[in-house]
């Protein structure tokens, strides 16, 4: 089972930038496809992002498209989610996980603790 730890959250104004990571343990992670998830106060849990394990492919709910990109690096066992125009409503806790469906189905037993993002209008 991997283990994921995420970090890079914060307070930013509306139109910031951040960049999150999520640093994932074991030797197998190159052969995970990867995601992250965000869940506002009051609200499911929900994709944000995808990338195949070559990191090729990447895929995006719409609401996110031409805003966030993933990427990754798999020397580094390392998923980032760059976040460009934030907006209030990007306001969440944000997970990382391995997807075990492409590209939305995460693996419910793996949530790491999230790293929590704060947009100010």
């Known amino acids: 089972q991997v283990q994921l730890v995420e970090s890079g959250g914060g307070l930013v104004q509306a139109g910031g930038s951040l960049r999150l990571s999520c640093a994932a343990s074991?030797?197998?992670?190159?052969?995970?496809?990867m995601g992250w998830y965000r869940q506002a106060p009051g609200k499911e849990r929900e994709f944000v992002a995808a990338?195949?394990?070559?990191?090729?492919?990447?895929y995006y709910t719409d609401s996110v498209k031409g805003r966030f990109t993933i990427s990754r690096d798999n020397a580094m066992n390392t998923v980032y989610l760059q976040m460009n125009s934030l907006k209030p409503e990007d306001t969440a806790f944000y997970y990382c996980n391995r997807i075990t469906t492409w590209p939305e189905t995460p693996d419910f037993g793996s949530w790491g603790q999230g790293t929590q993002v704060t947009v100010s209008s």
């Open positions: 074991g030797r197998t992670f190159r052969s995970y496809h």
């Open positions: 990338i195949s394990y070559t990191g090729r492919t990447t």
